[in-house]
């Protein structure tokens, strides 16, 4: 019972510090390919469980998107205006 307890904490100790490097790795370099390498992993999208950014860096991607999808919204809106005027006229 004790070596498997032991065992648990060596397991958790591997996870943990595995999250611990990821999201670092990905923090710094940006980069889950090469991030992912140094890892063993061979898909990218195994990696990317490892970028966790943090909040203020989510809020401003979350800004930035939402700009875009107003400006491609009056963009759309303007051209669909413009198609309904030439079939009207």
């Known amino acids: ?3 498997e307890k032991l065992d648990c904490r060596r397991l958790w100790f591997l996870i943990v510090g595995a ?3 990821g999201t670092t790795a990905m923090a ?6 090469l991030v992912g390498t140094r ?3 061979r898909d990218t999208k195994t990696t990317m ?7 203020e860096q ?3 991607i979350r ?5 875009r999808r107003s400006t491609t919204q009056l963009r ?4 669909l205006d413009g198609m309904a005027s030439a079939v009207i006229n």
């Not at 490892?50 to 909040?55: D, E, S």
């Open 63 to 67: 800004v930035v998107l939402n700009t």
């Open 28 to 33: 710094v370099t940006g980069d889950p390919k």
């Open 39 to 41: 890892m063993g992993h």
């Open 58 to 60: 989510v809020e401003r």
């Open 76 to 79: 759309h809106n303007a051209i």
């Open 19 to 21: 999250n611990d490097f």
């Open 1 to 3: 019972m004790h070596e």
């Open 49 to 55: 469980r490892y970028n966790h950014p943090p909040k």
